[in-house]
């Protein structure tokens, strides 16, 4: 038998496929046109049975990839995704490697689209996540009242999963809308809060509506509890922490490398601050790393927010140079010196320093660079005897400067 024909030049190949929970009658007539003519349909395998892609299916590899969808370039290729391919689809990942040319794409409702018809939200006042393989930390920023929800989940056994998350985070009356197999004949929605979920036989495609009560969420201005991190004590303490996140500065989608991280607390609060904003957290002690990392897990944040072992500045070698430094201890003179020589220009830099020595090397750093020099002296009402009086804290230092 001859190999099939490859695709004529300026033809598409690749064909992305919205798909329904009703299958091929939801289809467009091109869509149904390009299954016909696929030598190789790829998709789950639910979406191979819907469409009764028999030979011709192949599902997605464990983990996913898009490579054996690229290694067929030229030949007739369908790729079926759910609802619109460019939602938490594969065609934003298949987009990255393909010229506009060469493929076409045919979306159909996504399962947000159809969640917020059936409940009446308005969809731009719904927070759309995709939990598929993400963790339900992931939410913690985002629960608060009258937020509404939609987090489509892996299978039938992630709702119940989820509600329990809801109740260690203290949202246990929170509503739940589960909804399954939206948009087929056999779609269900069913009601309950998280501390009262019982719901058994929930079937894939599932989504879940929340709305959130029971707790007032996590604060988003800067300068969180410092009980809400792990840590040894070595942390930036609340108050110099909103003084240092307000002199960092952070914007959507910038890198910051946080140098001698502690416990994270300046990272975790940079990245919550701006979307996709991303962290580098370098760290010389090993105990002190592993509290870095446990709480970007608390916090939904291991997936922008790196732990580094190593000490500055062998260990900022082979990294994506920052948008903006954080210097927790202050820093040394051989430290100052070399980020000043790899920094690229509109770097921002901010060091803290409590010791004379600190301070006597940022004031130094002041005066060589210019910047911005700040001394934070804080003190809290505590006890004394059967009365109280103000204890201080060790005054800060702190220098600012745009390399």
Known sequence: MSDPVLQSAGQPWLTVI??????????????????ADAETIFGGPRHLDLVQAGAKGLPWPVPF??????????????????????????????????????????????????????????LEDSLCIGLHAAPYEQLVPLLAPGQQLICTLRDGAAPAELARFLVTQGFGTAQLRVLERLG????????????????????????????????????RASGLPDDHFLSDGQITKRPIRALTLSALAPRPH????????????????????????????FE?????????????????????????????????????????????????????DHLWQILPPGTRLVANGVTLETETLLMQAHAQHGGHLLKAEIAEAGPLGSMRDWQRARPVIQWSVTR
């Open 65 to 122: 990839s898009t490579a054996p969808v690229l290694a067929l370039r030229g030949r007739p290729v369908v790729v079926l995704a759910s609802g619109d391919p460019f939602w938490h689809g594969a065609g934003g990942s298949l987009a990255c490697d393909l010229e506009p040319e060469e493929w076409a794409s045919h979306p159909a409702p996504s399962v947000f689209s159809l969640a917020a018809n059936r409940l009446h939200w308005k």
């Open 184 to 219: 087929g004949p056999r779609e269900r929605i069913r009601n309950c809060t998280a501390d009262t979920f019982d719901l058994t036989r929930v079937q894939a495609p599932v989504a879940v509506a929340i709305t959130p009560s029971g707790s007032k969420g996590l604060p």
């Open 18 to 35: 919205g798909l329904g929970e009703d299958g091929p009658a939801g289809l467009s007539e091109a869509s149904r046109k390009a299954l």
């Open 254 to 281: 910038e890198l910051l490398w946080d140098i001698g991280g502690g416990s994270g607390s300046v990272s975790v609060e940079w990245c919550l601050a701006a979307a996709g904003a991303r962290a580098i957290s």
């Open 284 to 336: 010389p002690r090993a105990e002190r790393l592993d509290n870095i990392r446990a709480n970007a897990a608390r916090f939904g944040l291991s997936h922008r927010m790196a732990g580094v072992l190593g000490r500055a500045p062998a260990v900022l070698t082979g990294h994506d140079l920052p948008d903006c430094v954080f210097l927790g201890g202050g820093g040394s003179p051989e430290l100052l």
